[in-house]
Nanobody, 124 residues
Framework: QVQLIESGGGLVQAGGSLRLSCAAS????????MGWFRQAPGKERENVAA????????VYADSVKGRFTISRDNAKNTVYLQMNSLKPEDTAVYYC?????????????????WGQGTQVTVSS
């Protein structure tokens, strides 16, 4: 069993930056692909970024390419999402997820463990 706890969310002005962290416990996530998802009110949950177990492969939603960076530190059992040039449309609850596979996926049903989410609010 893997427990995931997100942190780093908050209120930021448009153009600002935030760094989300996802700390895992229960077992090492070094063999798990990881993903960040977000869900805005009235919208479906969408994948923002994902990373392979090694960190060598990543994928991003078109809406965040060039602004967000996913990374991982397997020694710390932690995954990060650096978010720059934030826009009001980035406002959502952000979730971290772990997949029992070395390869990443972009669909939520492919992930086995989920955190409770952290709120990100970007003001205009």
């Amino acid at each position: 069993q893997v427990q995931l706890i997100e942190s780093g969310g908050g209120l930021v002005q448009a153009g600002g930056s935030l760094r989300l962290s996802c700390a895992a416990s229960g077992r090492t996530i070094s063999t798990y692909a990881m993903g960040w998802f977000r869900q805005a009110p009235g919208k479906e949950r969408e994948n923002v970024a994902a990373i392979s177990w090694s960190g060598r492969s990543t994928v991003y939603a078109d809406s965040v390419k060039g602004r967000f960076t996913i990374s991982r530190d397997n020694a710390k059992n932690t995954v990060y999402l650096q978010m720059n040039s934030l826009k009001p449309e980035d406002t959502a609850v952000y979730y971290c997820a772990a997949r029992s596979s070395s390869n990443y996926a972009v669909t939520s049903r492919a992930y086995d463990y989920w955190g409770q989410g952290t709120q990100v609010t970007v003001s205009s």
